[in-house]
Each structure stands twice: as structure tokens, then as C-alpha cells.
């Protein structure tokens, strides 16, 4: 993970071997896939918290 956020570790001196837009499409595309995780466990948090609200208004908590 940390090697593609790094970009390309080749050597960059002669510019017809690495074109420019491909790590700003890389990077782009870690960004959209790493906020992508965040909203998920965002929805998983928020999914968690109402059942244990309605666990806990049914008194069916399993802790107790």
C-alpha cells in the first residue's frame, strides 16, 4: 500500500519513460477507494450504535 502511495520508484530523469498522468491517476484512485473504506465504517459504526440502542430499549442486551 505505502509503495503505491509512494509513486513510482524507477528512475524519472528521461520523461518518455514515465508518463505524467499515471500517478496522479494512481493516486486518485487510492484516494477514492480509501474514502470509499472510511464511509463504510462509518455506515457499520452507525448500523452498530441503532442496534445497540434498540437492544437496549428491548432489554435484550446480551452484557446484562
Same mark, same amino acid.
Given at each position: 500500500?505505502m509503495?503505491?502511495?509512494m509513486? =513510482?520508484?524507477? =528512475?524519472?530523469?528521461d520523461?518518455?519513460?514515465?508518463?505524467?498522468?499515471?500517478?496522479?491517476?494512481?493516486?486518485?484512485?487510492i +484516494?477514492? @477507494?480509501?474514502i &470509499?473504506?472510511? &464511509? +463504510?465504517?462509518?455506515?457499520? @459504526?452507525?448500523?452498530?450504535? &441503532?442496534q445497540a440502542?434498540?437492544r437496549?430499549?428491548?432489554?435484550? =442486551?446480551?452484557?446484562?
Open positions: 500500500m509503495l503505491l502511495m509513486g =513510482d520508484t524507477r =528512475d524519472t530523469t520523461c518518455q519513460t514515465v508518463p505524467t498522468p499515471l500517478p496522479h491517476a494512481r493516486r486518485r484512485f +484516494l477514492f @477507494i480509501m &470509499n473504506r472510511m &464511509n +463504510l465504517m462509518l455506515e457499520l @459504526i452507525k448500523i452498530g450504535v &441503532n440502542k434498540f437496549t430499549r428491548a432489554r435484550t =442486551d446480551r452484557r446484562r
